[in-house]
């Protein structure tokens, strides 16, 4: 499957970042991890450093799925908020999930400072500011933010005026963090050379994940690469390959559906119009914006369904970016789009992610961040998948589990 076309920004703006690859390797007795991406990185990460050998292996080069792709605007809040969350799970469900993501924000935070360093800016705390662009979702805000103070969060509610004193138009705005700015692509790399050169994780690419069967009590896991098969037995395997999972995973992933995002990155911006915010409008079809650490303007939204990208799905939104983002400024930018193109990322119908342990098999457990907000799920999920290869509860993330 083909998860994005066109011009990526990070794989062409990120300084190089040198990873130890196999193409050769001993058979592993701990843990395997398949996906290289955020979810894949951040397990292999966290298991290694806890003391497991791992191995991550990718059928394709590494971080090269939609972790490129991904914009970078790490939220806590999901495209839902608590108080919506809260009538569909129950109010108890929907304030674990919110404080479980706030929790893998400051996880992240704490990891960034664990990570080998690049000359390059990668990764900075900012603030996030949901706006509500129509009159009507100006309540749905309101609401959103006093129950976000009641469970403790500090948020708050910005009016039409106060909203003007950040350069920024719209009825309503729920100001909340703190959130992460971030270069995704350079954050995988930097996750893996820290683990391979610390933590002796192994790294192959090109190694296809075809199936696993549980003979005698063993995880005979069949392989391919470079068009060879072959069988390796691990103790333990981590499923980490987001939208596109391996078939035989895909029976627990039925209310996954596939949908189509645009992305345009402006030119470099010599104003500074706005302080430095996180920008999501609460509207279909809704719009988001960040600054880019060289100070570029990276937009994003107008999503729909499809489980495919066509050539000309490149650019076709650069306009309707543009003038989705200026709509939300009040003063203008000027904007060229250098850099365009469209992505696939996979949406559960109750929008909440798919992440738990296999029915069939105990020894594999399962990570698919799907929602927009993946990254977090992909916290969440290699926090959940060290508990498990610990032998410890995971009854508080019940909500996620795989096949409901």
């Given at each position: ?399 996620y589990r795989l096949g409901r």
């Open positions: 499957m083909k998860l994005h076309k066109g011009n990526l920004f990070w794989p062409a703006n990120t300084e190089d970042i040198f990873l130890e690859i196999h193409n050769n390797f001993e058979p592993n007795t701990d843990v395997l991890v398949v996906g290289s991406g955020m979810s894949g990185a951040l397990s292999a990460y966290e298991l290694s450093k806890a003391g497991y050998k791992v191995t991550l292996i990718d059928q394709g080069r590494i971080a090269n799925g939609s972790t490129s792709a991904n914009t970078g605007l790490i939220q806590y809040m999901s495209d839902q908020g608590v108080k919506k969350f809260a009538d569909q799970i129950g109010e108890d469900a929907a304030i674990r999930f919110y404080n479980q993501s706030k929790k893998a924000v400051d996880h992240l935070i704490k990891i960034n400072d664990e990570l080998v360093n690049i000359d390059q800016e990668n990764f900075i705390q900012e603030n996030s500011i949901i706006l509500a662009t129509e009159m009507k979702k100006a309540s749905d805000v309101k609401d959103e933010t006093k129950m976000q103070k009641e469970i403790g969060y500090d948020v708050k509610y910005l009016n039409y005026d106060q909203l003007a004193d950040y350069n920024l138009k719209a009825y309503g705005g729920l100001l909340c963090g703190p959130d992460i700015n971030l270069n995704p692509y350079a954050f995988v790399l930097r996750l893996l050379k820290t683990a391979v050169d610390n933590y002796n994780l192994e790294i192959v690419e090109g190694l296809k994940f075809i199936k696993c069967e549980k003979i005698n009590d063993e995880n005979i896991v069949s392989l391919e690469i470079g068009g060879q098969k072959i069988n390796k037995s691990y103790k333990k395997i981590v499923i980490a390959t987001g939208y596109n999972p391996p078939d035989q995973f895909k029976k627990n992933l039925e209310n996954m559906e596939l949908y189509k995002t645009y992305v345009g990155v402006s030119q470099v911006l010599e104003e500074k119009n706005y302080e430095d915010l996180l920008v999501w409008e609460v509207k279909d079809a809704y719009t988001y914006f960040k600054k880019t650490f060289e100070g570029r303007l990276m937009i994003g939204g107008f999503d729909e369904k499809s489980d495919n990208i066509k050539d000309k799905d490149v650019g076709k939104r650069d306009r309707d970016l543009i003038k989705g983002a200026n709509s939300m400024l009040v003063d203008k930018y000027d904007l060229d789009v250098e850099y365009s193109y469209a992505a696939l990322f996979g949406i559960s119908k109750d929008n909440l992610p798919y992440m738990g342990i296999d029915p069939e098999n105990d020894d594999i457990f399962v990570i698919c961040g799907v929602g927009g907000n993946g990254t977090v799920y992909s916290k969440i999920g290699a926090t959940m998948a060290t508990k498990w290869i610990k032998g410890e509860s995971l009854d508080e993330y019940e909500t």
